[in-house]
């Protein structure tokens, strides 16, 4: 085990012990980090942070997976790549196993699969008494139904257990839209009303600034197999549509998950600049939805509106088996304005705000793990009320001291 400052890197199960029983003893917050994107990945000054770089195995039997929880996802796609599996999960080959499970985990198989935390079937937890204990649909109940989409309030998850899925392949689908983005949407809203759960797409319209995407409108699509002329199919309308660019072809799992700089890895990273908006989980992408998101990205050029099909498996857990919200949300939906120095003025920010008021003023709840900011007041609108009430007493058992805060911190 290693220690730098604040920050230590534990090598077992039994090294989160100590560490968790020390910040106990000098009441220290505990900061956890698995890939390093959340907003407290970079500030653990008040507390101790604990790093799970060194807790990322990944063991493959039959078609159960156990994940430390330091695993990336680009690690994990990779080995279940080779055994013909797959989990459902992030974009990002360097976001963190646990952050995003912990969070609920929208991936590119959320209608096909359910989100990661449908996929859970159990966990190794290091709770905030010291001790190592085992979580799931039949062993400490509470602790496994607050895991599922209640971050990571609750203990520090050493080992995460999925149930993967066997999958020959899949079918991609690039849309590039040189046209109207507001009838590209529509075209893509009225094809996911009555599409295959096989296939989940996004929308994702960004400036040349930002480095995670090729600038521009487009879709991207991904079936859940290796059936290009089913793709294809599905999404005429959309690539019939004039100014419409269409590629499809059959990668790996893990060709579609974008490299980024890994925190973790010590990789030289910019520093974001601020961002102004946020997200939700929607019933429906009206037109009115649709208008208002095409006119945001057009009124600002620093800007960025990225959207995610659901429905599918997503909507088959009923809303009370997990604490994640809004599963009757058929789109995840975000929107924002960078906040670049000499870029924008007071005026252009404060239009950034009240367009976004505008848009959020419907959704359903927001997902917590795209809220990249501390918003204490924010985290019961990240739950159902019957959840949070729930996650209330889940907290008050295995975590009285509230020792995990630098988290979306459920308040007892």
Do not use: C
Not at 87 to 112: E, H, K, N, P, Q
Not at 339 to 358: Q, S, V
């Amino acid at each position: 085990m290693t220690e730098t400052q604040f920050t230590v890197r534990p090598a077992t199960p039994e090294d989160v012990v100590a560490l968790v029983r020390r910040a106990h003893q000098d009441s220290q917050s505990i900061t956890v980090v698995s890939g390093g994107h959340g907003p407290w990945s970079h500030d653990a000054s008040d507390g101790m942070r604990i790093e799970l770089t060194d807790l990322a195995d990944i063991r493959i039997d039959g078609t159960t997976v156990h994940i430390g929880g330091g695993a990336t996802w680009g690690a994990v796609a990779a080995a279940l790549s080779e055994a013909g599996l797959a989990i459902s999960s992030g974009d990002t080959s360097t976001v963190g196993v646990g952050g995003l499970t912990l969070g609920g985990g929208i991936g590119w198989m959320v209608r096909a699969w359910g989100l990661a935390v449908d996929q859970l079937i159990g966990a190794q937890v290091v709770t905030a008494s010291g001790e190592i204990v085992e979580a799931s649909a039949h062993e400490n109940t509470d602790l496994f139904w607050g895991l599922r989409g209640g971050g990571g309030n609750f203990g520090v998850v050493t080992r995460f257990d999925f149930e993967a899925h066997r999958i020959a392949g899949i079918a991609h689908g690039e849309y590039v839209i040189g046209g109207d983005a507001g009838a590209a949407l529509r075209a893509a809203r009225d094809v996911m009303r009555t599409a295959p759960r096989d296939l989940t797409v996004t929308y994702m319209d960004v400036p040349a600034m930002d480095p995670s995407a090729p600038a521009g409108a487009r879709l991207a699509a991904v079936w859940a197999g290796d059936d290009v002329e089913a793709l294809q199919s599905s999404l005429a309308p959309v690539s019939a549509l004039e100014g419409v660019e269409a590629t499809v072809t059959t990668p790996a799992y893990r060709e579609i998950l974008l490299e980024m700089p890994s925190p973790e890895a010590g990789e030289d990273a910019p520093a974001p600049p601020g961002f102004i908006g946020g997200n939700g989980l929607y019933a429906e992408l009206d037109d009115e939805l649709i208008d208002r998101l095409v006119a945001f990205r057009a009124a600002y050029p620093a800007s960025v509106v990225f959207l995610r099909s659901l429905g599918g498996a997503f909507g088959d857990v009923p809303q009370e088996e997990t604490p994640f919200p809004a599963r009757s949300a058929t789109w995840f939906v975000m929107a924002g304005g960078f906040d670049i120095p000499g870029m924008i003025d007071d005026d252009t920010r404060a239009a950034i705000i009240a367009d976004w008021r505008e848009i959020e003023s419907g959704r359903l709840a927001e997902y917590g793990n795209f809220a990249d900011t501390e918003r204490p007041q924010a985290v019961p609108g990240m739950f159902t009320s019957d959840a949070y009430d729930r996650l209330r007493t889940v907290k008050e058992k295995w975590d009285p001291q509230n020792l995990f805060r630098r988290n979306h911190n459920i308040i007892r």
